[in-house]
Nanobody
Framework: QVQLVESGGGSVQAGGSLRLSCAAS????????MGWFRQAPGKEREGVAR????????DYADSVKGRFTISMDNVKNTLYLQMNGLKPEDTAMYSC????????????????????WGQGTQVTVSS
């Protein structure tokens, strides 16, 4: 049974940092596309960052480039999202997602593409 469990959310002031974790189990993610999504109240789910585990190739939404870093610890089978320089507009429920095995990540982060999802962790940034 595949499970993705997020942690690390919380409340911070603008300019602060958080590191989200997504512990994966029940699956070998070595050739998976994994990503972080977020959804704010009243808004559509937005792809934030993705990584192809096989090569380590990453991509980011323009809104977070230079501030967020996605990474994977293959030993711990844990996906991370390091978020620096947080802004109030980053406030949302953040979820990790995975799909595999695949040969590459898709060019866009289309939520229905990802078959496995975590329950989400809330990030709140105050000004």
């Amino acid at each position: 049974q595949v499970q993705l469990v997020e942690s690390g959310g919380g409340s911070v002031q603008a300019g602060g940092s958080l590191r989200l974790s997504c512990a994966a189990s029940g699956y070998t993610f070595s050739r998976s596309c994994m990503g972080w999504f977020r959804q704010a109240p009243g808004k559509e789910r937005e792809g934030v960052a993705r990584i192809y585990i096989g090569s380590g190739s990453t991509d980011y939404a323009d809104s977070v480039k230079g501030r967020f870093t996605i990474s994977m610890d293959n030993v711990k089978n844990t996906l991370y999202l390091q978020m620096n320089g947080l802004k109030p507009e980053d406030t949302a429920m953040y979820s990790c997602a995975a799909r595999g095995p695949v040969s590459v990540c898709p060019p866009t982060m289309w939520p229905p593409y990802f078959g496995y999802w975590g329950q989400g962790t809330q990030v709140t940034v105050s000004s």
